[in-house]
């Protein structure tokens, strides 16, 4: 039975770890796809794009008729990169950054709030996957597997309650197994800098785990503050054993003599 009950404590355990990995991969991937956390990482991306494509030279050439049009109108219609912007005349009269500025903003926008007419994962399989992959549609994705990987983990954390023999052995097993994948992907970004850095991708590819280092850095707080507290009542049990023991010592271990009295015997008189 024993052998059984191990064999099982294995399985849990390595369900239990692969399972944290998905807890903090769509952990990540949720957070920094975050509408406001995309838009942070994206906005300087297409800008510089947007220069790349000698859109500033075309800007600037205009500018003199958009402020021209600005006289008389709250905003300005144009097209960069195949995306319809309207650029408030505030904006216009700013000058050339502030144009390229509120064209990236609202060129995020309208990558992030695409719709797809497909299911999440039908739309993994459609031509514009990397425009998706980059939409609130994936965001809704990532947040949803985070989700079940939190349930599935807190299901195999109670079976690993009832497959460990000794109960505070279940706080120190599952912080080591969270603490590993925490501590991997806390250095996620520095790995793909050293990789990637120099690929055109890159820089879309850092937005997806932007977020690493802060989600991956709970979840390694967590861990350890689980291996402390398991770490604590294996201390508490010893200290309980050691008591137990002192006590079992003051205890008179020798038989205690009992002395009995013996009544005299009465004196019959003689007939």
């Known amino acids: 039975m024993g052998g059984i009950r191990k ?4 399985i849990v355990s390595v369900l ?8 903090n991969l769509f952990g990540i991937l949720s957070l920094s796809l975050s ?16 220069q790349s494509f000698n859109v500033i030279s075309q800007i600037q050439s205009s500018l003199p008729a958009i402020q021209q049009y600005c006289q008389t109108h709250s905003s300005y219609t144009s097209n960069a990169a195949g995306y319809s912007i309207i650029i408030p005349c505030t904006a216009a009269f700013q000058g050339v950054d502030a144009i390229i500025e509120e064209g990236a903003k609202q060129i995020t926008q309208q990558i992030y709030y695409t719709t797809y007419d497909c299911n999440s994962l039908d739309c993994l399989k459609i031509s514009q996957v990397s425009l998706f992959l980059l939409s609130e549609k994936a965001y809704v994705l990532w947040t949803e597997i985070f989700r079940i990987s939190l349930v599935i983990s807190f299901v195999l954390l109670v079976l690993l309650f009832f497959l460990v023999e000794k109960k505070e052995n279940i706080l120190l097993l599952s912080g080591i197994l969270l603490t590993i994948p925490s501590f991997i992907l806390l250095k996620l970004d520095f790995l793909l800098d050293k990789l990637f850095s120099t690929q055109v991708f890159y820089n879309f590819l850092k937005i997806f785990f932007s977020q690493s280092f802060y989600f991956s850095l709970r979840s390694l ?4 503050v689980l291996i402390g507290l398991g770490i604590i009542f294996k201390i508490f049990n010893v200290g309980f054993f050691i008591s137990n023991l002192i006590s079992k010592i003051k205890k008179p271990t020798g038989k205690q003599i009992v002395k009995k009295t013996v009544k005299p015997q009465q004196k019959t008189k003689p007939k």
Do not use: A, D, E, W
């Not at 509408?35 to 947007?50: A, C, D, G, K, T």
């Not at 707080?221 to 350890?224: L, M, S, T």
């Open 7 to 10: 064999f099982f404590l294995v």
């Open 221 to 224: 707080i967590v861990g350890i």
């Open 16 to 23: 239990l770890f692969l399972t944290f990995i998905c807890v």
């Open 35 to 50: 509408y406001n956390n995309f838009q942070n990482q994206s906005v300087p991306i297409i800008q510089s794009s947007l």
